[in-house]
């Protein structure tokens, strides 16, 4: 089965400070990987995508960054968090049938 | 790029009432159509998909939904609701010469009232 993992699971940080985010894949190989944030009452934002290791396209300019460092690894940060960055981190990966999308099960920012 | 939107952001419906929620999309080129479900603090789950063919697709849970390519629409329904089927609907669209960006709708969020 192909698998998302992503961690951490849930994060509470200060305005000001640095993020990072994990997300891996298993049982599939140079799949297309996702970030997506949903904030509260507003839906899924694409936030990065990557078809390829170091291939990161920004859909939004902001604060964040993506990098892909390796092929089933996505990592998603920020040099320092803003309040308005708190939502809910979802990690996806693509290139099934029909380029459908699964995701993983997310991670919750908060930033105070 | 593309854009997805849901008309209705809360549909309230009753136990075992039909129920559809809307969605449209803006685009000039072929798409492939999605439906994910998404309960209460986990991630997405395919409800159903349209890449081509039959314009009525059948998916899990008793969903079905009908692509009209001439009102650019993908309306997703179900005869009968379940409690069980209270979460939050999303519409995705991807373009199907790239197919590297997925763009949802805002959310629909359905109530089953007992």
């Known amino acids: 089965s192909q698998t998302i993992h992503q961690w951490p699971a849930t994060l509470v940080q200060p305005v000001g400070s640095p993020l990072s985010l994990e997300c891996t894949v298993e049982?599939?190989?140079?799949?297309?990987l996702y970030w997506y944030r949903q904030a509260a009452g507003r839906g899924l934002q694409l936030l990065f995508y990557?078809?390829?290791?170091?291939?990161i396209s920004s859909e939004v300019p902001q604060n964040l960054s993506a990098s892909r460092p390796q092929d089933r690894q996505f990592i998603l940060s920020s040099k320092k968090l803003l309040l308005s960055d708190s939502g809910f981190y979802l990690c996806?990966?693509?290139?099934?049938?029909?380029?459908?999308?699964?995701f993983g099960e997310g991670s919750w920012l908060t930033v105070v | 790029a593309q854009s997805v939107t849901q008309l209705d952001s809360q549909v309230p419906v009753f136990e075992e009432a039909p129920v559809e929620l809307r969605c449209n999309y803006s685009?000039?080129?072929?798409?492939?159509l999605f439906w994910y479900v998404q309960y209460p603090n986990q991630g997405l789950q395919l409800l159903l998909k349209?890449?081509?063919?039959?314009?009525l697709v059948k998916g899990i849970n008793g969903f079905e939904a009908e692509f009209n390519k001439s009102q650019t629409s993908f309306h997703l329904r179900k005869p009968s609701v379940h409690i069980s089927d209270t979460a939050e609907y999303f519409c995705?669209?991807?373009?199907?010469?790239?197919?590297?960006?997925?763009?949802f709708g805002t959310g629909t969020s359905l109530t089953v009232i007992p």
């Open positions: 996806a990966r693509g290139r099934g049938s029909g380029n459908t999308i699964y």
């Open positions: 049982g599939t190989s140079n799949p297309n």
């Open positions: 990557s078809v390829g290791i170091g291939q």
């Open positions: 685009s000039s080129v072929s798409v492939y």
């Open positions: 349209y890449l081509s063919g039959s314009t």
């Open positions: 995705a669209v991807s373009d199907r010469d790239t197919g590297n960006q997925f763009y």
